[in-house]
Each structure stands twice: as C-alpha cells, then as structure tokens.
C-alpha cells in the first residue's frame, strides 16, 4: 500500500476512532453508513494483510468499507484471498492460512485451558489417531479414515511440527468440501482438517 493512500486511509479511520472513543462501529457522513470492520481495516494498514471474516456477508461488507475508505490495496486483498479458497478439489496444493497453531485453534474457540469439549474439536488437532472419534463437521470418523488410510492416517499432534508445515495435496474432499484430507511434502501421513483453516498455495493448484 503507497504511503499517500496509507496516510488519507489512516486519517479517515483515526478521526471516527478519536471522535467516537467508546464505540465499535463508526458512521460515515451524513449518509447513514456504518463501519463496522474498523479493527480488521486498521490491521490491514498496519500489517498489509489480515485473515479475512468468517461469512461472506462479513467480507461484503469489509470490502465495501475498504471500498468507502478508498483503500484499493485491501480491495484487492479481499479479492485474491477469496480466489484461494475453500472450496477446493482433489489434487489442489495447499498451505495452513496461519502457521501459528496457537491462533489457528482460538479461531476455533479453542483455549488450551483444560475445559475444551472433545465434541468440538477437528479430527486432525485430537491427541491420538488411534482413538476413535466422529468429526463435528462432515461425520466421518476416525475408524473410517484409518480404513480408507491403512497405518497413514494421522494427528498433528502424532508427528513431529514440520511434518505439516510445508504444502500439501488435497486427496479427497468430504461433504460440501467442508473438510478435506491432505498430506504434506513428502511425508505419506494423512490428516483429516476442516477446509477452512486451509487456503490454495501461490503455485501451481492442481496436480494430474
């Protein structure tokens, strides 16, 4: 982002800011319009890239206030990153949108205090693959997966951090592509991880 379109952005967004202290959304104008993505806007100028919100309704909206603050970098963030995806396919190259695992599971509410429901949790972040559990998203379960992955089917957790930081290959989708089993570099071991934590790499997408 150039510095003049940093600075009138930044100046836009410090004056709703400073004149309106105690809230979370900001008008704009005499229109009626309302920011409500001032947090993500602010990360964007101070970082060049944010991960985008949950639900479509949430990055139309982002994008559209991008759009009011004359901010065509984070136009065209918004843009590229929805275009890596999910959903994704058989044979796409992959990477973790977020190689930090600790904020990876507390965008899944997960708190790492002791208290986190079992029911909840992604079958790739379980502790042991051998145990048997049912995944919360597509209802696959773990003596499925080991069936279809004979002494291949694995947890992060069952080896060691690199084995999962490199790209991966997506070898089956499940449901509505809300989960997906990959494997990464070279390794044969598999993990079964809900699409969104994932985004397509940079290069070449798809493998034949």
Aim: glycine share 4%; net charge negative.
């Amino acid at each position: 982002m150039n510095d003049l379109n940093r600075r009138v952005a930044l100046q836009a967004v410090f004056r709703l800011v400073l004149n309106n202290p105690q809230e979370s959304r900001f008008q704009i104008g005499n229109n009626g319009v309302v920011l409500k993505h001032t947090n993500e806007v602010l990360n964007f100028l101070r970082d060049g890239k944010i991960p985008l919100p949950e639900t479509i309704q949430q990055i139309d909206e982002l994008k559209r206030e991008a759009e009011m603050l004359n901010m065509p970098e984070l136009v065209d963030f918004i843009e590229t990153e929805e275009n890596r995806g999910p959903p994704f396919f058989r044979g796409d190259k992959v990477e973790w949108k977020d190689k930090n695992p600790y904020r990876m599971f507390q965008s899944l509410n997960w708190n790492f205090d002791g208290n986190d429901s079992d029911e909840g949790a992604p079958l790739c972040f379980r502790p042991n693959s051998e145990e048997d559990y049912t995944c919360p998203l597509c209802g696959i379960t773990t003596e499925q997966l080991r069936e279809i992955y004979p002494d291949n089917y694995r947890s992060i957790f069952s080896e060691p951090r690199t084995a999962t930081q490199s790209t991966g290959c997506i070898w089956k989708v499940h449901a509505d592509s809300c989960c997906v089993d990959v494997s990464f570099a070279m390794f044969s071991y598999v993990y079964h991880i809900p699409a969104k934590l994932l985004q397509l790499t940079d290069s070449d997408n798809s493998v034949t």
